[in-house]
């Protein structure tokens, strides 16, 4: 079985709009992608909808003990953390907020282990607050390529911002931009 490759991305206020402007432009990915969006439940059926519009691939609401597929897109549901195990299956959990939120894209990314040969991505896009700043210096140190959205393109330049404060930000890119450098790693 090939190693799982991944990448997490995370998102808060204005992240449908990013993600409509990002997904047209990126090809079937050779990785399962985890889109953490600060959203509540019944609003991301909505959104789950709206991205199967514009990707190339398959969008799904994560559940409970689904495997990570290559090519495939899971969102986080509302009021639930999705926490990774091995890389490559997801366990979903009610929990208290993390950074005044739930689902917090810092549980995801921090659950996130090394895995030697294969490939990850972190990506921190639009956003308020610091969520994902802790997680996204994790998964670099875990060997993950990561990548912020640049303060042109975001609505809002908190998380991204805080994201490049850590210091573990490999690439800062417009939306457009960060489509092209994950078909690039994910080829």
Known sequence: MP???LAVIGASTGGLKVFES???HLPVLNAGVVIVQHIVPLVDRSFVTSLQRVSAMPVALARDGDAIRHGTVYLAPGALHLHLVA???IRLAAGEKVNSVCPSIDVT???VIPKPGARMAGVILTGMGHDGADGIAHMKRC???TIAQDRATSVI???PKAAEATGMIDFVL???RIADKLAELFK
Do not use: C, I, K
């Open 87 to 89: 890389n490559q299956t």
């Open 143 to 145: 060997g993950a390529v």
């Open 109 to 111: 990314m921090e659950s």
């Open 3 to 5: 190693l799982p490759n």
């Open 22 to 24: 990002l997904f047209p």
């Open 174 to 176: 417009s939306a457009e």
């Open 157 to 159: 330049y908190g998380m």
